[in-house]
């Protein structure tokens, strides 16, 4: 299996990628802990954050025990500088093709954010491992992502945008492959205010939610 492959199946099998948008390199390097004792072994670190690439190349010093994203990717060549530095997966709002090409010619796994029909197939055929199907909540969350899921039964999708504990496990019977959460899980207030165990106790909490609906799914099929 290729680290690709594991990447992809890591992300798969936890089904949630947690987004981080933080005020500091050092407050993602503190949510990023928070997270992993919680049981997301997964950060995706935002190029909003200040020292976004110097917290991805730390972060990536914990091989083996977390996986690290780049998220908020705009272009290629800030696409290249966060391989570089170590990321094992690259995220984008939007649809960039030069971005998927970037991640695709380093062997990187790469989820291309889309949200029509259109964009997303365009994702998927220009190599995208996972769309990033945001903003979904935007366009009716569940509901959309099952739609999609009918001619599109191929295609990976990871709702992100208004996911939240009371919407995830709808989501993830829905279809989708996994899930992108942000402040929701990452809480700004609890990072600010050092309460880093707010945190964990989310991380588990979303963990159980997707678990227990991914059980539900395979009793009722």
């Known amino acids: 299996m290729t680290d690709k492959q594991n990447v992809s199946t890591r992300i798969t099998e936890i089904g949630i990628v947690p987004v981080v948008r933080a005020t500091s390199a050092e407050r993602a390097l503190q949510a990023a802990r928070a997270l992993r004792e919680g049981g997301i072994p997964i950060v995706e670190v935002t190029m909003t954050v200040p020292g976004a690439i110097q917290a991805i190349a730390e972060l990536s010093k914990w091989a083996g025990e977390m996986l690290v994203g780049a998220g908020t990717v705009l272009d290629a060549p800030t696409a290249a500088r966060c391989v570089d530095a170590g990321a094992q997966f690259i995220v984008s709002p939007g649809l960039n093709l030069r971005v998927i090409e970037a991640a695709g010619s380093r062997g990187i796994l790469v989820m291309a954010g889309a949200l029509t029909p259109t964009e997303i197939v365009t994702a998927w055929q220009a190599g995208s491992d996972f769309v990033k199907v945001f903003p979904c909540d935007a366009v009716g ?81």
């Open 141 to 221: 969350g569940a509901k959309y992502i099952k739609s999609l899921k009918g001619p599109f039964p191929q295609i990976r999708m990871v709702p992100t945008g208004g996911v939240n504990l009371a919407n995830v496990a709808e989501l993830i019977r829905a279809g989708a492959d996994a899930v992108g959460v942000g402040g929701e899980l990452v809480s700004k207030t609890a990072l600010a205010s050092g309460n880093l165990g707010q945190i964990t106790a989310a991380a588990a909490q979303y963990i159980a939610a997707i678990q227990n609906a991914r059980a539900g799914a395979t009793h009722s099929g």
